[in-house]
């Protein structure tokens, strides 16, 4: 924690999902407003996410938002003018070992690679989830419970293919990022267990019916504090904001000025310095205001 007289902040690092977005999934005018008026302060403004690039720059150019993005959870880093700075791709073998593992355990998984997405099919795993949420709320209309069953994916574009086999045999593929998906809370612990012991992959959540694989370097906290040192910033003057779920706890815990959403979990809260209010609340601009008024006092 960041704290006496001679506080400054040169860096924010923001999560999107839950976190920097509300739930049209978009940027608010205050969120954009309070990121603008730290960066007129002379704080840069960067965001860490789970999401692909592309996926992540969709919300930011709708408000007008350039600025650097660790992406994958790290495995993947562009700067403001959207060139490769760095890259931490899984082992080919972890990702055979997580393809068999998931398929034994009859879990969907997607693959983030240089080459674009992959998965068997989004649509078949959306009619699974589906007709587990019809069961469980005969209540609601099968277009609401579609919608929200849609909502679990993250905006990417996924290919399709059989052939994974084929697909980790290309010499120049590069994997960064594998993600799980299981509406039983038993697969997925099935698939964690047995992979956990793997000292090539690093296991995160994004949500509570997912599993995220990366290298183990390809954590936002790691990725971060790379960045700020090729930047010259000490990762004191750093401030982080997420934890909304696990994937973010690197980058709060390593951040000088950690800061948990008001929607994170109390474990994850209690691992930051401080706690904001939620996504719907704009929590990302109360946080920023926050920090830049405790400067302004000289705390």
């Known amino acids: 924690m960041n704290d006496g007289g001679d506080m400054k902040m040169r860096l924010i690092a923001t999560d999107l999902d839950g ?64 060139q490769i700075i760095s890259t931490a791709p ?29 998965s ?73 267990h047995q992979l956990k012991t793997n000292g090539q992959l690093a296991i995160t959540s994004s949500g509570e019916s997912n599993l995220e694989f990366n290298h183990p370097d390809a954590q936002k906290g790691i990725a971060l504090e790379g960045f700020a040192k090729q930047a010259g910033i000490d990762m004191k003057d750093v401030m982080a904001i997420g934890g909304d779920n696990y994937n973010d706890v690197s980058m709060l815990k390593m951040a000088g000025r950690g800061v948990a959403m008001g929607n994170a979990n109390d474990e994850i809260k209690k691992l930051a310095d401080f706690t904001t209010t939620s996504n719907l609340d704009n929590g990302v601009a109360h946080a920023i205001e926050e920090m830049l008024s405790e400067i302004q006092k000289g705390k």
Not at 102 to 117: A, D, H, P, V
């Open 19 to 82: 976190t920097l977005l509300n739930e049209k999934h978009e940027i608010s005018k205050e969120n954009a407003d309070a990121i603008q008026k730290a960066k007129d302060a002379g704080v840069e403004i960067m965001v860490a996410t789970g999401r692909s690039y592309n996926a992540a720059k969709k919300p930011l150019d709708k408000v007008g938002l350039t600025c650097p993005i660790i992406c994958l959870n790290g495995a993947k880093i562009y700067n403001k003018e959207g």
């Open 90 to 118: 899984l082992e080919i073998n972890s990702c055979k070992s997580i393809q068999h593992t998931c398929q034994k355990e009859g879990m969907y998984f997607e693959l983030f690679t240089n080459k674009g997405g992959f």
């Open 120 to 192: 068997e099919s989004r649509d078949k795993f959306l009619e699974v989830m589906v007709d587990i949420a019809a069961t469980a709320n005969p209540d609601i209309d099968e277009e609401t419970i579609r919608s929200r069953a849609s909502e679990r994916f993250q905006e990417e574009e996924i290919k399709i293919t059989n052939d994974f086999e084929a697909l980790f045999n290309q010499p120049d593929i590069e994997v960064y990022k594998i993600l799980a998906f299981s509406l039983q809370e038993q697969q997925l612990s099935n698939v964690y």
